[in-house]
């Protein structure tokens, strides 16, 4: 296991002296490997406390949380012989919003910012840049140009092309695909499901997109108020009964069937995935 | 991060929080006046005492005054031992001769040697110091064997010594009593009061309430850059900036990293408060009404009297006496 929450709360201190709790008693297990992970839940249901856990950038107020075999509990960093930062490197974190990281003056200086800071020479680093944006669907002409004069859905894209050029084990991702439009969301998340694929790597995905759940992961996670409410595979969560108690929706597809099987009075033997699977369901129905 | 509290404010129920904040601030004004005008030592600790009274009926922590006496008591301690070895004027108190030899500057050397390599594990790091200093001081007037360098004379008058006093206490007197006022003041009352005050210098065409607004603007942010800080901050460091070590190469490099996202981000903000405040038809210098209205009552009416009958006395005990 790569990453093990063990019954892990967190709270952030408030002003008037109460906590807000944002985690409670998370149990989590995350392997290196092979699993394509989509973490949903409502607006300020603790997803993103959650995977900011995930490489130690903040620590659990009770219990502990395990990351490649270095446990992280409330006073670790208190104790300065273990490092930290080696974990960044392993499990890479893309925030929200690419302001938040972008500060150079262009973006092959800030692609490069990432890998240098763990150790790697800049010859080899820039080399990785070139790759890299063209895997983010911008061309090489972007890395000369200064990140600040990008659009948003260009900047995401850089933003992210600065952890993966880290070569993380494990990536995570806060809504990557928010403010992009929808070819551009298509193509990365078909950029994540060909890095799950061939490199056999781990992306965990927060998203508030059903379709993207559907299509594309092997695990879903579903947060609410701070607790994790429900681990499994997709399929299993859009016929669990609780889906509109932790105000989630249906993927389009799903709908669409219910209604035809509503309006048809049919029951298909399976659930279909996408257009093509639905028609030939309709077509063995009719 | 999350707990910084803008201001010093504490929240109370003595009559300092109940008065207007128009009156605390001319009340300070006035009392501060009148701890300038006093000339002599024993007035101006009258005058500390009556401070002190206040605050003891205003219910405030004396804890809390020390600890806002803190930053400022380097200063302190500076203007008095400057005034205590400069002023030769009046009776000798204390009279000693400093030697120094060659036997005790090297052990003065020592001496603050080992002062700078250990003083990072004493708590009380301020109180460490004045020990050394005052420890070397001594070491140079009674014990100087060996071979004499130079010598001086460490001689203390009586007026230095009341002089130094009296700035001290002057200056407690004034940092004490503007501290009472950001404590029982919300910074958001303090600013309002504030643009009343200043309401006149319409006259010489400033205009207090564009003051005003961008003081509450400021204030209203902190908070929020704060958190962005932070959250650049965890950002930067999932890209492996390990802002508690490095070389001051990679410090200023750490330091970029922050504030450069940081400036972006509070230019975007400030445009986006602009665009929101004309989205909701704020116009600059028209007149606007308030959601809260200062309320002046017969306690401001009788502390006012109050300042002002110290200020009359202090100025009359200035001129007559």
Known sequence: MAIKFEQVSFSYPSFDGKNFSALKNINLEISEKGEFITLIGETGSGKSTLVQHMNALIRPTTGSVTIYGIKIEKNTNKNKRIKLNPLRQKVGLVFQFPEYQLFEETVQKDIIFGPKNFGIKEEIAIERAKEIIKLVGLSEDYLSRSPFNLSGGEKKRVSIAGILAMEPDILVLDEPTSGLDPKGRDALLELFTSIHKELDKTIIVITHDMNTVYKYASRALVMYDGELVFDGVPNSLFSDKHITEWNLDLPDIIQITKQLEEKLDIKFDSKPHNVDELFNLVKGAL | ?321
């Not at chain 2, 930053?71 to 031992?81: A, K, Q, R, V």
């Not at chain 2, 020592?110 to 390599?117: A, R, S, V």
């Not at chain 2, 210098?201 to 607004?213: H, Q, W, Y």
């Not at chain 2, 070389?247 to 996202?261: G, R, T």
Request: net charge positive; charged share 15%.
């Open chain 2, 1 to 321: 991060m999350k707990n910084i509290i803008v201001g010093q404010y504490i929240p109370g129920n003595s009559f300092l929080y109940k008065m207007d904040p128009r009156s605390k601030i001319i009340a300070l004004g006035l009392l501060m006046i009148s701890a300038f005008l006093f000339e002599d030592i024993s007035h101006i600790v009258y005058m500390l005492v009556g401070v002190l009274l206040i605050l003891k009926i205003g219910g405030i922590p004396i804890m809390r005054i020390a600890r806002g006496l803190r930053p400022i008591m380097i200063l302190l301690l500076f203007t008095f031992s400057f005034q205590v070895v400069f002023i030769k004027t009046g009776d000798v108190i204390f009279d000693t001769e400093l030697t120094l030899s060659s036997v005790n500057l090297i052990l003065m050397i020592l001496i603050i040697l080992t002062w700078y390599f250990t003083r990072r594990y004493i708590k009380s790091r301020f109180l460490y110091l004045i020990i050394v200093i005052v420890g070397i001081l001594t070491m140079l007037s009674l014990f100087s064997p060996g071979f004499k360098i130079s010598s001086s004379d460490f001689v203390i008058y009586e007026d230095g010594l009341l002089g130094a006093s009296f700035i001290m206490v002057r200056l407690i007197i004034i940092v004490t009593l503007s501290t009472i006022l950001t404590l029982t003041t919300r910074p958001t009352d303090l600013n309002l009061g504030l643009e009343r005050i200043l309401k006149p210098l319409k006259l010489v065409r400033i205009n207090s309430e564009e003051i005003a607004l961008i003081i509450s603007i400021a204030l209203r942010y902190i908070p929020t850059l704060l958190d962005e800080a932070n959250k650049i901050m965890l950002a930067q460091a999932s890209r492996g900036v390990d802002f508690s070590e490095g070389k001051l190469k990679d410090k200023v490099m750490q330091i970029i990293s922050l504030l450069v996202p940081m400036f972006i981000i509070s230019f975007k903000r400030s445009d986006d408060l602009a665009n929101a405040m004309e989205a909701r038809s704020f116009i600059p210098g028209n007149p606007r009404t308030r959601i809260h209205i200062l309320t002046w009552h017969y306690r401001d009416t009788l502390v006012m009297i109050f300042c002002v009958v110290v200020l009359a006395s202090t100025i009359f005990v200035r001129v007559y006496l």
